[in-house]
């Protein structure tokens, strides 16, 4: 079954430590996005990328970094630098960046203890 | 200004109504609106999409675009208790590098 596979589910850091989120796709997609969701709040942009080996800074890129190596994957890196990570992490993907529409994987919830 | 806009609500509809969900957005060369449902603690479904000013209809959901005016709309006919959720406007902004922006989201709530 084609679709986006985000792991794990749940995720607990304790402060300082570098933790990583798993987003990949099977739909063959260019364009792959990284949102975060506070409780009661909308999705804000963390992180985009169009095409392999190219991505850009949304919204609220401080404390995170991405990698685009393979067309299938795009992981996300919260690092000891973002003060505040505890949220619903989204990965989504769509065909291309222009004029198609985007689709989720199951999210990833991210608590630091 | 933010670049995509929607009230927060919540907005209460007997069921059976007719809910209109309302977004506004502030780059005049976006050319692509969705429309996604959450339902809480799960990630968006995709709704629909609208490229073109004017209505696309599809089952008890109607999507309105206004370009001129920059907003879009969500029209949700005969609504029923299980329509009761967040639904999130978004809009690929076309200024930006085409990135893919959410509103905050209107919440739902379909009284039986």
């Known amino acids: 079954d084609g679709g986006i596979t985000q792991s794990p589910k749940y995720l607990f850091r304790k402060e300082g430590q570098n933790v990583t989120l798993s987003c990949e796709q099977n739909?063959?997609?260019?364009?792959m996005y990284w949102y975060r969701q506070d409780p009661g709040q909308g999705l804000r942009l963390i992180y985009y990328?169009?095409?392999?080996?190219?991505?850009q800074k949304g919204d609220i890129a401080e404390g995170y970094s991405v990698s685009r190596e393979k067309k299938e994957s795009f992981p996300l890196t919260v690092t000891s630098a973002q003060k505040n990570p505890t949220a619903f992490y989204l990965c989504?993907?769509?065909?291309?960046?222009?004029?198609?529409?985007?689709?989720f994987g199951q999210g990833t919830r991210l608590t630091v203890v | 200004q933010k670049e995509v806009e929607q009230n927060s609500g919540p907005l209460s509809v007997p069921e059976g109504a007719i809910a209109s969900l309302n977004c506004t957005y502030s780059?005049?060369?976006?050319?692509?609106f969705f429309w996604y449902r959450q339902y809480s603690g799960k990630s968006p479904e995709l709704i629909m999409f609208?490229?073109?000013?004017g209505d696309k209809e599809d089952g008890r959901f109607t999507a309105q675009l206004n370009k001129a005016s920059q907003y879009v709309s969500l029209l949700i006919r005969d609504s029923q208790p299980s329509d009761s959720a967040t639904y999130l406007c978004?809009?690929?902004?076309?200024?930006?590098?085409?990135?893919?922006?959410f509103g905050a989201g209107t919440i739902l709530r379909v009284k039986s």
């Open positions: 780059d005049r060369g976006s050319q692509s």
């Open positions: 978004a809009v690929n902004l076309w200024e930006y590098g085409n990135k893919l922006v």
């Open positions: 989504a993907s769509s065909i291309e960046a222009m004029n198609t529409e985007a689709f």
């Open positions: 990328s169009q095409i392999v080996n190219d991505f």
């Open positions: 739909l063959n997609h260019d364009a």
């Open positions: 609208i490229y073109s000013n």
